[in-house]
């Protein structure tokens, strides 16, 4: 199932459950760690931390949050009227938004922040533009580093 589907279709009860599932198939498989690159409504940090009380084995999971990105950021699959809070992506529209975000994640548990870098808008070059600019991009990975996260 695309993302676009599980997004729109797929509660989040069911995609915890899928998450889960995997994360064990991959330990059964002989992964003993695994990185989430992106998640939902805080899934992986979830199933790690029901992982690492003992709850279900798995392997050690390094999580993050949401895919922090602005309109036309590529993780910005939907149209402005759609809203769903467990997208994988979490939408900014403001720098202030966007830091909120990254302390909304730290607080969370995550491990390191997800900044969606990549625009689907072409400037007049041809060239895909960056959802955020070089100065914006710098400000929010500065952040995450004073709070002791990496950015991926």
Same mark, same amino acid.
């Given at each position: 199932?695309?993302?676009?589907?599980?997004?729109?279709?797929?509660?989040?009860?069911?995609? !915890? @459950?899928?998450?889960?599932?995997?994360?064990? $198939?991959?330990?059964?498989? *002989?992964?003993?760690?695994?990185?989430? +690159? =992106?998640?939902?409504?805080?899934? !992986? @940090?979830?199933?790690?931390?029901?992982?690492? $009380?003992?709850?279900?084995? *798995?392997?050690?999971?390094?999580?993050? +949050? =949401?895919?922090?990105?602005?309109?036309?950021?590529?993780?910005?699959?939907?149209?402005?009227?759609?809203?769903?809070?467990?997208?994988?992506?979490?939408?900014?529209?403001?720098?202030?938004?966007?830091?909120?975000?990254?302390?909304?994640?730290?607080?969370?548990?995550?491990?390191?922040?997800?900044?969606?870098?990549?625009?689907?808008?072409?400037?007049?070059?041809?060239?895909?533009?960056?959802?955020?600019?070089?100065?914006?991009?710098?400000?929010?990975?500065?952040?995450?580093?004073?709070?002791?996260?990496?950015?991926?």
């Amino acid at each position: 199932m695309a993302e676009e589907d599980m997004d729109i279709y797929g509660p989040i009860k069911s995609r !915890a @459950l899928r998450t889960l599932v995997n994360a064990q $198939s991959m330990f059964g498989a *002989g992964y003993t760690g695994v990185i989430d +690159g =992106g998640c939902s409504g805080r899934i !992986a @940090l979830a199933v790690r931390n029901a992982i690492n $009380s003992g709850m279900f084995p *798995g392997p050690r999971m390094i999580c993050s +949050g =949401g895919f922090l990105t602005t309109r036309l950021g590529a993780p910005d699959l939907y149209p402005n009227w759609f809203h769903n809070p467990y997208s994988l992506r979490e939408l900014v529209t403001t720098m202030d938004g966007a830091i909120e975000s990254i302390r909304a994640q730290v607080e969370d548990g995550v491990d390191f922040i997800k900044l969606g870098f990549d625009g689907r808008q072409r400037n007049f070059k041809g060239a895909l533009a960056g959802c955020f600019t070089e100065d914006e991009s710098k400000r929010l990975i500065a952040k995450c580093h004073r709070l002791g996260k990496w950015v991926r």
